[in-house]
């Protein structure tokens, strides 16, 4: 059985991908900040049957990764796959972004996934067989207005995929990135991350110019992730699998 990490498996897609796994009878670990929001979830797929545990953390810090990563082994055993999910939202027009604003979503982004990448690696290489998975995003291949630090770090997300397949190609380990379009989650207040303008009705709008014209379902990005770890994508690396319904519209 193998043991899979899900950062940002609070809610949405990363709670989707979660529930994922553990239908295909991975043991999973669900990771995200808020106290509460993960156990309950992990608590939800063990009363269905699954082996699952939720560890909270803010994956940004190296310390909390090293516990995340060590709470894992204790609970099911070495990590044998990582996906890194935990992003966080900033809309602002780039002359107005403070410069927490513009670091936040590099350390929930790429810091964490230099921390994820140095705890879990070393296990992986060691046994021959391992897969890491980045939720990338399109904004991060087309640029987007408003979104100055979340773009740079989806398209260094994506670059830092292809750095790690590169040096580790070879040793059965492989480093993939999912690139969503826009999924139908659940997006709370939008108010609250600094754009009075993105409400659902604005994307509900927006999702009318996607060329599927549909948002995607989580269960599509789910699907792609199962994909990319399994023994079928084994010669899959340094890939960005686009799951946005044609959009490349930015
Ligand atoms: N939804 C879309 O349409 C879309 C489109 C393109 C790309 N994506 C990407 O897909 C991924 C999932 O998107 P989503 O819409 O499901 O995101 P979401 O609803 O905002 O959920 C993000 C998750 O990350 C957790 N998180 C945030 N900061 C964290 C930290 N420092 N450490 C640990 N966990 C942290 C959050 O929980 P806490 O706040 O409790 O920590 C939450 O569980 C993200 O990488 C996103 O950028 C999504």
Known sequence: MRTVVVTGAGRNIGLAIA??????????????RSAGAVEQAAAQLVEGG???????????????????????????????????????RVHRDFLDMSSEEWRMPFQVGLDAAFHCAQAVLPHMVEQGWGRIIHLAGVT???GAARRASVVATKSGLIGFTRALAHEFAGTGVTVNAISPGMIDTERGDWTSLGDQSATTEHYNRRSQQIPARR???RAEVTA?????ASDDAGFVTGHTLNVNGGMFMG
């Open 140 to 142: 991060g291949q087309t």
């Open 50 to 88: 699954a082996r699952a545990v939720g560890i909270t953390g803010d994956v940004s810090r190296q310390e909390d990764v090293r516990r995340l990563v060590a709470g894992a082994e204790d609970a099911f055993g070495p990590v044998d796959v990582l996906v890194h999910c935990a992003a966080v």
């Open 215 to 217: 948002m995607g379902r």
């Open 224 to 228: 792609a992730c199962l994909y990319l």
């Open 19 to 32: 529930g994922g796994f553990a239908a295909a009878g991975d043991q999973v670990v669900l990771n995200a």
